[in-house]
């Protein structure tokens, strides 16, 4: 087996040690960075994002396999060129404020690093206000906003009010979570709807062009 094949079942069966030791092994051996990148890591975030949303494989094994590719990108990230770095598309996320649960927005966040995305998480209970600023401060691209509870949704609400009050047409709303529609998605004037983390993560891949 070759060590792209080697790195991509060790983030696959999420075995931490073995994707940075073959990660590791790959540089050394010259290959190609972008090639560990895109056929080792990400194509087996890809697979497992597809057995998620499958029912093939659940969130502890989502998680192991996810850490298994940070592991790795640990070790790639001093080798990326500046056009790599650059490429990246960058979201904050959190929970919406009056709202503590967390496993799915955990979830989304580890799937969308696991496309290649920088995720910056703020937490539970964050208000529209710490939404927007922290948008800005980081020149975030997108803000993904998760409630579980009917009562806390109206922040999402409130959160694409104020960044179209502040005039920030290009950053993109995206939201999720159980008591979520597409309808409500369109009556607040959210950019996108995620049903799940994996489909979160291609509504990202849509908002952005790619």
């Not at 906003?145 to 009562?151: C, F, I, Y």
Request: with cysteine.
């Amino acid at each position: 087996m070759g060590v792209l094949e080697d790195v991509y079942n060790a983030v696959l069966d999420g075995k931490l040690d073995d994707a940075a030791a073959n990660v590791e092994r790959g540089l050394n051996e010259g290959i190609a960075v972008d090639d560990i990148l895109k056929k080792g890591l990400l194509a087996a975030m890809d697979l497992v994002g597809v057995r998620f949303g499958e029912g093939e494989m659940f969130i502890p094994q989502v998680i192991w396999s996810a850490k298994a590719m940070q592991a790795g990108m640990d070790l790639l990230r001093p080798h990326f060129t500046e056009g790599q770095q650059g490429k990246s598309v960058r979201i904050v996320i959190g929970t919406a404020e009056g709202d503590i649960h967390d496993i799915g927005k955990n979830l989304v966040g580890m799937m969308l690093e696991g496309a290649g995305f920088e995720v910056v998480d703020l937490g539970v209970g964050i208000k529209p206000e710490q939404f927007i600023e922290k948008a800005v401060e980081e020149k975030a691209d997108i803000i993904g906003v998760s409630a579980l509870l009917t009562t806390t949704m109206m922040c999402m609400a409130d959160v694409v009010k104020l960044r179209n009050e502040k005039g920030l047409s290009a950053l993109k709303v995206i939201i999720g979570g159980a008591p979520l529609s597409q309808r409500f998605c369109e009556e607040i004037g959210a950019d996108a709807y995620g049903v799940d983390a994996m489909d979160a993560v291609v509504k990202v891949k849509e908002l952005m062009g790619l």
